[in-house]
């Protein structure tokens, strides 16, 4: 599978994005999603995560409440929706693949993904 992560640009403090990620080559169904984020001169940092069927999410305490990840298997796309930006949520933003079928449990560490996109940047301005 190959992924594409989509819907970046530049937006004013306070306002929303919708990135998504969307796979080529091979069906979603069988992987969990993770999105990524790395600001200049920082590591890049867990975001948030979601199960291959879309039973499971998990986020960052830093994103918990403005963000939402969902999945649209049909499609072979996994989106993050992005509310109440701020400057700190500035960052080029990934997503990655890990194959697995579990329904509880997603991951929060880079090591865990096979497959990543190429990243979309994203850049929130006062």
């Known amino acids: 599978v190959q992924l594409q992560a989509s819907g970046g640009g530049l937006v004013q403090s306070g306002g929303s994005l919708r990135l998504s990620c969307t796979a080529s080559g091979d069906t979603l169904d069988f992987y969990s999603i993770g999105w990524f984020r790395q600001a200049p001169g920082t590591e890049r940092d867990y975001v948030s995560c979601?199960?291959?069927?879309?039973?499971?999410?998990h986020y960052a305490g830093s994103v918990k409440g403005r963000f939402t990840i969902s999945r649209d298997n049909a499609k072979k796309t996994v989106y993050l929706q992005m509310n109440n930006l701020n400057l700190v949520d500035t960052a080029v933003y990934y997503c990655a693949a890990e194959l697995s079928m579990a329904t509880t449990y997603c991951a929060a560490y880079e090591s865990q993904y096979e497959v990543w996109g190429q990243g979309t940047q994203v850049t929130v301005s006062s």
């Open positions: 979601i199960t291959s069927g879309g039973d499971f999410s």
